[in-house]
């Protein structure tokens, strides 16, 4: 059973970055699309982005010119930097898994159980 | 602004049927897939590749899809489906970028 899991600081000081990385057990790194999806509270989920395996991204053009993925195969890890925060960032942070389906479509099977950022002096 | 649309909030009595609809050009092009989310709790995969449930799913769970509108059907809605259901696609420019709909939230009476 693939599972993941996010680490980082719960707050963030506005301006500063945001630093994140998600942890994947039980299935290997390679292949798949791993992703960042941010709800904010009350809110409805926003896909941040997306880096395949081989180190390609892809990026929500909101958030592109702040938003940097890197994946970490030898540790099983993918992370999540987003620059200049603020308090309009403060959100869950959830990292999943992403599958391109049968007509190229993209969805996410896994999810870890998420993480609140908040951004705050 | 979300470029799929949802119906903010639907009811259903226990154990009739329920259509949670998602509009949006992209559909016309991929399909939808459908979550649900329970408070505190990160969403869960019920319907990908328009009518696939994974493992674990009950089959009271299908998804349709006509023209620009994707549906997600609870057949026999039960009180623990009470929850935010949210689809997700392509976005409509054909860009490798994913949208998803502002949500429903499903109250089982």
């Known amino acids: 059973q693939v599972q993941l899991q996010e680490s980082g600081p719960g707050l963030v000081k506005p301006s500063e970055t945001l630093s994140l990385t998600c942890t994947v057990s039980g299935g290997s790194i390679s292949s798949y699309y791993w992703s960042w999806i941010r709800q904010p509270p009350g809110k409805g989920l926003e896909l941040i982005g997306y880096i395949y395996y081989s180190g390609s991204t892809n990026y929500n053009p909101s958030l592109k010119s702040r938003v940097t993925i890197s994946v970490d195969t030898s540790e099983n890890q993918f992370s999540l930097k987003v620059t200049s925060v603020t308090a309009a960032d403060t959100a869950v942070y959830y990292c999943?898994?992403?599958?391109?389906?049968?007509?190229?479509?993209?969805?996410?099977?896994?999810w870890g159980q998420g993480t609140l950022v908040t951004v705050s002096s | 602004s979300s470029e799929l649309t949802q119906d903010p909030a639907v009811s259903v009595a226990l154990g009739q049927t329920v259509r949670i609809t998602c509009q949006g050009d992209?559909?016309?092009?991929?399909?939808a897939s459908w979550y649900q989310q329970k408070p505190g709790q990160a969403p869960i995969l019920v319907i990908y590749d328009k009518n696939n449930r994974p493992s674990g799913i009950p089959d009271r769970f299908s998804g349709s899809s006509s023209g620009n509108t994707a549906s997600l059907t609870i057949t026999g809605a039960q009180a623990e489906d009470e929850a935010d259901y949210y689809c997700?696609?392509?976005?409509?420019?054909?860009?490798?970028?994913?949208?998803f709909g502002g949500g429903t939230k499903v109250t089982v009476l």
């Open positions: 999943a898994r992403g599958l391109v389906g049968v007509n190229h479509n993209y969805y996410f099977d896994y």
């Open positions: 997700n696609s392509r976005d409509s420019s054909g860009n490798p970028h994913v949208v």
């Open positions: 992209s559909l016309r092009r991929y399909y």
